[in-house]
């Protein structure tokens, strides 16, 4: 169930209206896991069995990570048996062919079964408990108490929170799990959790839904051939516009409802098309699966500590890694693959051209474009078609067709929006706005309500749920 | 609830829900006013994506007014070009779908035309139950007439769109022999070749079969109105409408519709900007061979020049 759909509306509003019931407050974890439960069950099916063997065996794997025995060997397990569920159901199609063969038992209904939903967040979820209790219990042993029903069912909302079970924030252990407990309807910011369901539905319904409708023709590349150079370009930078609005957007509102629970989620995105370089565009991004990146992997892997040749094969190796990620095709890897080389190529250049701060200018313009670029690599079926329309693009001058000038000039205009946003909310974030432009705060949000009331796209799937 | 909300955050929601209901209506008073009288707005073509719900949320709303009604696929948007309608005569493009859909939503509603002009060629097209559903939903009509923002016509994307392709004066006649002109947009007829070019297999064969039957029911029921229906084939690229389901379809229909009038036309007389959509000046003319069949007396006597938008 989309957050854009009507049927989770109502399901929300159920949740939260038995949550803050009084005779209730004893069971809000229950409630909330039988809630986030029953969510995944709806969507994923049969995939609910995955999720609580993943969530039993992290929580198992935890506890005894809390005690003094065994450390070791209970963190190693846990950690490639989330790597192990991940590697095996997201990554078996690259090695296997014949997929459309009917399935005849278990082995084979595993061998043919889909990516569960949410499965890249929730294992690595497992990953950063069992590693954090691993490297110091005592946080953990704080948070959940050392009683297993208690551990178990904190362990089991955790991974299973239903805000953010199918396309994060992705939350780290020491960061969730101390928050875990009664909340009360006094306590809820409203005004803070009103912002972020706005700003979230507006990006999403609004500029990512309605920008959907004109990037569609990128994956026909028969289109392309009567198209206008004009209206490819367009089209690649609007599907960077709406990538980011569908998936801030969605994380928007992912906080926005964990706050209405009583709940902070990590921030996932910071205005990151005005970022002056690819590191910064990178602190920026996706914050939460860069954080755990370099938390889990560029850091243990030994970060710049190991000299300059070590730290750009670090850089190159968690890029590709992070690309994978996303998605069992070689084109996800080469999409990181591409923000690798930048990065590396960015940390060799940074000592010489410190000195010129113009870079910084003219970087913001630089890094959008190159990740622009890089963005084709996930909404294009495969590497040669990447490079087809690339092709294409440099090679016919504007005046080569007029097709779809009129649709080019409204995406472009819905691409300045998403920039104009990202403008307004990083100077909003940089300087008080004064009480006068305070007072107009409910005013823009109320414009933002109605688009979303009458100007929204056809409801989409978010982009970041196949991954 | 066990607890209050706390006064600044009750200041703000007030503040939200009163700002938020002043915007909604008063976008929707100036758009309401906008579409009534600034014909401007009106003179200039919907986006693609928003025609099909343009036209048909429009003839919802106004059936009453179209004693003449041309029904059709992406074909009938220049039937007759933009700028160049008759009075009484509603033209309903229903873009990227067809005729089936246009049926289904009449027979919904009480529409009862005199003459019904139905586009045979792409009337394979399925017309989607829940799409029919929200088309003639009393409930959305009323929404759409007191709050025109929620139609697709006032749409803020449509009006981007519309806003930088103002309807043109003149018709356009290109001045090239057909035969060149043809192998010119040849590129662009490829792609319906390429969309349309597979063979019928035994499944597709029994969708068809179900389109047909369900024209069958809906031609039916109109007729049990008194509107009189006329079929007219798109005077498509020979290329096109030998493509197997097009042909199949073709022959389909003028067997079960063997009974009724038929208008088609050579090809040849017909400029084509994909082997299937008119250029305006040959929109205006098929629109003209249509008419001349609409009996003496349906339609009242053509005033003012043509390019007159009524």
């Given amino acids: ?467 | 609830m066990p607890s209050s909300i706390s006064s600044s955050d009750r200041r703000f929601l007030r503040a939200l829900a009163l700002w938020t209901a002043g915007l909604a209506v008063g976008f929707n008073l100036v758009v309401a006013y906008g579409l009534q009288h600034w014909r401007w707005l009106d003179r200039r073509h919907d986006l693609a994506k928003f025609e099909a719900a343009v036209n048909i949320e429009d003839y919802v709303l106004n059936y009453r007014r179209c004693p003449v009604v041309v029904l059709g696929s992406s074909v009938v948007a220049a039937v007759p070009p933009p700028g160049w309608e008759r009075p009484g005569v509603c033209s309903v493009a229903i873009l990227g779908q067809g005729a089936l859909l246009g049926l289904a939503v009449m027979a919904r509603i009480p529409a009862a035309p005199r003459v019904l002009f139905v586009e045979a060629s792409f009337g394979f097209r399925d017309a989607p139950p829940d799409q029919v559903e929200t088309y003639a939903d009393p409930g959305l009509r009323a929404l759409h007439r007191w709050f025109p923002l929620s139609a697709a016509k006032a749409n803020w994307i449509n009006m981007l769109g519309k806003a930088q392709d103002a309807v043109q004066g003149a018709l356009y006649r290109p001045d090239q022999p057909w035969a060149a002109w043809r192998t010119e947009h040849q590129p662009y007829s490829d792609i319906y070749a390429r969309i349309y070019g597979a063979p019928i297999d035994a499944g597709a064969r029994r969708h068809l079969d179900a389109n047909l039957a369900q024209t069958r029911s809906l031609i039916a029921e109109m007729e049990t109105r008194g509107t009189k229906v006329i079929f007219f084939e798109a005077p498509l690229d020979p290329r096109l409408a030998g493509l197997p389901i097009v042909s199949v379809w073709h022959d389909m229909m003028r067997a079960a519709f063997a009974d009724h009038d038929w208008v088609a036309d050579a090809p040849e007389k017909y400029y084509l900007t994909d082997g299937m959509h008119f250029t305006s000046g040959s929109g205006a003319d098929f629109y003209d061979l249509l008419l001349s069949q609409v009996p003496v007396g349906v339609l009242p006597a053509a005033t003012g020049s043509p390019g007159q938008r009524n």
């Fill in chain 1, 1 to 467: 169930m989309s957050f854009t759909s009507f049927g989770f509306v109502a399901f929300f509003v159920a949740v939260f209206g038995l949550y803050y019931l009084p005779p209730m407050r004893r069971h809000q974890v229950a409630l909330l896991v039988g809630a986030s439960l029953l969510l995944y069950w709806l969507e994923a099916g049969d995939f609910l069995i995955l999720l609580l063997v993943s969530s039993l065996s992290t929580a198992g794997l935890s506890y005894v990570l809390a005690g003094r025995r065994g450390r070791f060997a209970a963190a190693a397990l846990g950690v490639a048996g989330n790597l192990l569920v991940l590697g095996f159901f997201k990554y078996k199609s690259l090695f296997l062919s014949g997929a459309g063969a009917a399935p005849r038992d278990l082995v084979q209904a595993l061998l043919h079964a889909p990516l569960p939903i949410g499965i890249s967040f929730y294992t690595f979820h497992g990953i950063s408990l069992i590693v954090d209790t691993y490297r110091d219990p005592e946080p953990l042993i704080g948070a959940v108490g050392r009683r297993w029903p208690q551990h178990f069912a904190k362990t089991l909302l955790y991974m299973s929170f239903f805000p953010q079970l199918v396309a994060g924030p992705i939350a780290k252990g020491r960061f969730l799990l101390p928050q875990i407990g009664p909340k009360s309807f006094a306590g809820i910011a409203w005004q803070e959790s009103l912002e972020c369901l706005i700003h979230g539905y507006f990006l999403k319904s609004v500029l990512a839904d309605n920008l959907q409708q004109f990037t569609a023709p990128m994956t026909t590349p028969a289109a392309w051939g009567v198209d206008s150079a004009y209206h490819l370009a367009a089209m690649m930078l609007g599907y960077s516009a709406q990538i980011y609005a569908d998936f801030a957007g969605y994380s928007l509102i992912a906080i926005g409802l964990g706050k209405l629970l009583g709940y902070e989620l990590p921030q996932n995105f910071n205005n990151p098309y005005l970022a002056g370089s690819f590191a910064e565009f990178w602190r920026r991004w996706h914050m939460s699966l860069s954080s755990w990146l370099r938390d889990y992997l560029y850091i243990p892997l030994g970060g710049n500590r190991r000299g300059a040749g070590r730290t750009y094969l670090n850089l190159f190796l968690v890029m590709a890694l992070g690309g994978l990620w996303h998605g069992a095709a070689w084109k996800f890897a080469a999409w990181g693959i591409w923000h690798g080389l930048a990065l590396m190529a960015e940390r060799a250049l940074a000592g010489r051209l410190r000195h010129l701060s113009a870079l910084r200018i003219l970087g913001i313009p630089l890094v959008f474009l190159y990740v622009t670029i890089g963005w084709l690599l996930f909404k294009l079926d495969s590497f040669s078609d990447v490079v087809a329309y690339l092709a294409r693009l440099l090679a016919l001058p504007r005046a080569a067709g007029d097709g779809g000038v009129i649709e080019a000039n409204v995406m472009l205009i819905l691409t300045a929006l998403t920039l104009l946003y990202q403008v307004a909310m990083e100077i909003l974030a940089k300087r008080d706005p004064g009480a006068r432009l305070a007072a107009a705060r409910p005013a823009a949000l109320a414009l933002m309500l109605v688009f979303i009331l009458f100007g929204s796209g056809d409801r989409n799937a978010f982009i970041y749920f196949q991954f």
